[in-house]
Structure formats: C-alpha cells, structure tokens
T-cell receptor, first 112, second 112 residues
Framework: QKEVEQNSGPLSVPEGAIASLNCTYSDRGSQSFFWYRQYSGKSPELIMSIYSNGDKEDGRFTAQLNKASQYVSLLIRDSQPSDSATYLCAVLNAGNNRKLIWGLGTSLAVNP | EAQVTQNPRYLITVTGKKLTVTCSQNMNHEYMSWYRQDPGLGLRQIYYSMNVEVTDKGDVPEGYKVSRKEKRNFPLILESPSPNQTSLYFC???????????FGSGTRLTVV
C-alpha cells in the first residue's frame, strides 16, 4: 500500500514566523511531488511542485525534496493569517496510471 | 481563464434518485479525475480518465459511473444515490497526468 504521511496538526505559529510542514512517502519510485493549500470548504489549490532533490523557492514558499530519505517539506516564510489552511502533500505514483497519492493534510493556524 | 467547472455547487437529493454532476475543463487536459473528500478520510479517487473513451476505477468506485465522450467533459453519475454518498466531490484535470491537478470548485452532495 503506497502511502503519504503528514502530521495532522494543528500547527500553530505566530504571524511573521516560519511554518514548516513535513511529508513522508513510501513509494521510492515516485517522481513528482506537490503541495496544495485548501481552505475550509474550498477546493485544493496547487502552490508548489518539485521534481528533483533540493530546494525550490517561489515567493514566501520553499519546497524541499530528499528522495533518499523519502520526505518532502514546505516552508512558509513570514507567515500571514491568510496562510491559515490545511496543506495537502501529494505524490505522483510512478506507475502507468499516474495516480496521485494524497496525505490527509496538516492544519496550519497563523496567529496575529 | 483556465478552469475546471463543476455543477451544481450544492445538491440535496433523495435516496435512489439518479443524478449527474457535470465537469468541464477548458485547458485541453488529457487526464481527468473525480474525488470525494470526507472528514478524516482525505481525498479518495473515485474514477479517472487518461483520455477520451479511456476510464478506470479509482479507490472507491462503487455506486458511481463516469463517461468520457469528449476531451473537455467528464460527468459523474450516481445511478441510485444512498446516504453514504453524502460528501464533498471534486473534479480535477491535469496535462498528461504528470503535472499538478487543477480542481473544480466542488459539489457538496447530501443524500437523504
């Protein structure tokens, strides 16, 4: 059973701090990794994708991938109350059906 | 604007009354998928389609049908809805299934 694990939280950080969200996956052959943000009752929104080891930065967001250790993380710098949401990690199955394996998400609360 | 359009946004129906949730995308994406999202269970794939006339079961296909007669449309059909199909449903599409998904706004279905 291919799995993606996330700490459910809630993760609580003060406004302006760095929020660090982590995700581990079981399928060593996975090639593509995604972070989605989901506000309550809304649809998931893609915020970061990463395909190779290392860091990828986009504005206040940095995704980090370590394939040897099978984890991917998301850092949010200068956290804002508007960042309060559930963050979903998704990993693309390496097989032919191109299936995304989803974590259950980490709830983030940024306190003013 | 590139988007995935789902209709209706909200639906309350009675047990056994056939219904269809429509999904349409304007990005010429090959890959489309239906998910349901339930508290504590995360996003679970119902059906997916890798191209026109190519569909396959996801993790929870029982009680659902799909069709892909045109590239842009991927309707979800509940032939005889039951209360355990009460859920938040999302349609999503992707280019060749290897990049991040774009999600529709969701359909909140209640079966009484």
């Amino acid at each position: 059973q291919k799995e993606v694990e996330q700490n459910s939280g809630p993760l609580s950080v003060p406004e302006g701090a760095i929020a660090s969200l982590n995700c581990t996956y079981s399928d060593r052959g996975s090639q593509s990794f995604f972070w989605y943000r989901q506000y309550s009752g809304k649809s998931p929104e893609l915020i970061m994708s990463i395909y190779s080891n290392g860091d990828k930065e986009d504005g206040r967001f940095t995704a980090q991938l370590n394939k040897a250790s099978q984890y991917v993380s998301l850092l949010i710098r200068d956290s804002q109350p508007s960042d309060s949401a559930t963050y979903l990690c998704a990993v693309l199955n390496a097989g032919n059906n191109r299936k995304l394996i989803w974590g259950l998400g980490t709830s983030l609360a940024v306190n003013p | 604007e590139a988007q995935v359009t789902q209709n209706p946004r909200y639906l309350i129906t009675v047990t056994g009354k056939k219904l269809t949730v429509t999904c349409s995308q304007n990005m010429n994406h090959e890959y489309m998928s239906w998910y349901r999202q339930d508290p504590g269970l995360g996003l679970r794939q119902i059906y997916y389609s890798m191209n026109v006339e190519v569909t396959d079961k996801g993790d929870v296909p029982e009680g659902y049908k799909v069709s892909r007669k045109e590239k842009r449309n991927f309707p979800l059909i509940l032939e005889s809805p039951s209360p355990n199909q009460t859920s938040l449903y999302f349609c999503a599409s992707s280019s060749r299934g290897v990049y991040g998904y774009t999600f529709g706004s969701g359909t909140r279905l209640t079966v009484v």
